[in-house]
């Protein structure tokens, strides 16, 4: 049993030092049981003074009542503190739910797309459907079928992707070099009347140089009818000229050849820059070349099955790249597929 100073002294010692470790409500509690509960350690001082001797009852009564009363103070400031560094906390620790949230990144179209879409939809609005195709495509499509065989010096005008795989010591696979072979497979599988707009990527064996990319996106047209005429292909690609281009462009059809129209043509509509004078867009030459077309070729018709004497056709294909850079003044080709944002926020 304590009684005398020196243990009043380890108690103080200890309970003050014990009192300094706290840093919860928890052990604050278990603190203030310990030292001034019901058996706690001074407590248990102050009840044994009944024990001792008058003079010294008075004297270790009278310190330890002083003892318990400061540690009751030190209990209250303790408390007090641990409930301000808990509101503290919360302060540090508070959302604010009114501030604006971080900002999206807000995507567009890419430039190609843009301009597919309004070709796309000029020729929606004419009565055309969209139709889509593969771009792994066998050499009877991409090339036989439009009457362009083996060895042809036709061939050349397509440098060719082959996909590695062969079959009885040849190549039958390519990526196809145009959109062009969809107008044999949409022949094969309907009936006249087709009026038939194809999208779709294209890729060419390229050395790639501003005017040139390995991978080009590409528009097919195909209409096919009793008494389809040459006047009825003009008629729809001068619309379509106007409409992209604006209403005041001369538009020119001039002969070409593709090997799977007859007659073959190219469409051009004058220089929009120089207005015909003459510029580095236009090579000088005042008018800008927009597109391929003709009359599909009676031979296919005739392949697919149609009675070329009573169904006549025409056919188109233009590069959407190139519509894009007319219009939009775009330089050079490899911009579109550099993933560059600089380049692509502009549109
Ligand atoms: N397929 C041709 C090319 O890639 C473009 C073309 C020309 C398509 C004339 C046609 C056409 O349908 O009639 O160069």
């Not at 501003?210 to 096919?224: C, D, K, N, R």
């Not at 120089?274 to 005739?302: F, K, N, Y």
């Not at 056709?313 to 550099?338: K, N, P, S, W």
């Amino acid at each position: 049993m304590p009684s005398d100073n020196e243990s009043l002294t380890r108690i103080e010692t200890q309970a003050r030092s014990e009192l300094d470790a706290v840093a919860d409500a928890e052990s604050l509690e278990r603190w203030r049981v310990a030292c001034l509960g019901r058996r706690g350690r001074l407590t248990l001082v102050l009840r044994g003074l009944a024990d001792l001797p008058v003079e010294e009852r008075k004297r270790v009564g009278t310190q330890a009542n002083r003892l318990k009363r400061e540690l009751e103070t030190a209990l209250q400031e303790k408390k007090a503190r641990l409930a301000q560094s808990a509101t503290e906390a919360l302060i540090v620790e508070r959302i604010d739910v009114t501030l604006p949230g971080p900002p999206l990144p807000r995507g567009r179209l890419h430039p190609t797309t843009q301009t597919l879409r309004d070709v796309l939809d000029c020729f929606v609005s004419m009565g055309f459907q969209v139709v889509e195709g593969p771009e792994i495509e066998w050499d009877h499509y991409n090339f036989e079928a439009l009457r362009i065989p083996k060895d042809h010096p036709a061939r050349d005008m397509w440098d060719t992707l082959w996909i590695d795989y062969e079959k009885d010591g040849e190549r039958p696979m390519l990526l196809r070099t145009h959109t062009s072979p969809m107008q044999v497979r949409v022949m094969e599988q309907t009936e006249p009347p087709i009026r038939v707009v194809v999208p779709g990527k294209c890729y060419r064996y390229e050395a790639t140089d501003p005017t040139h990319e390995w991978m080009l996106t590409q528009v097919e047209g195909l209409a096919v009818d009793e008494g389809m005429s040459l006047g009825d292909l003009k008629g729809t690609l001068a619309d379509f000229a106007h409409r992209i281009f604006g209403p005041d462009r001369k538009v020119a059809f001039r002969c070409d050849y593709f090997p799977f129209v007859e007659p073959g043509m190219e469409l051009r509509i004058d220089c929009f820059l120089c207005g015909g004078q003459g510029c580095r867009t236009c090579s000088r030459s005042g008018w800008i070349e927009i597109l391929g077309a003709g009359m599909v070729h009676p031979e296919i018709l005739d392949a697919v099955g149609y009675d070329s004497e009573r169904y006549t056709g025409f056919a188109f294909g233009l590069g959407i790249e190139r519509i894009a850079m007319l219009r939009q003044g775009i330089e050079d080709i490899r911009l579109f597929y550099a993933n560059d944002l600089r380049f692509l926020r502009q549109f």
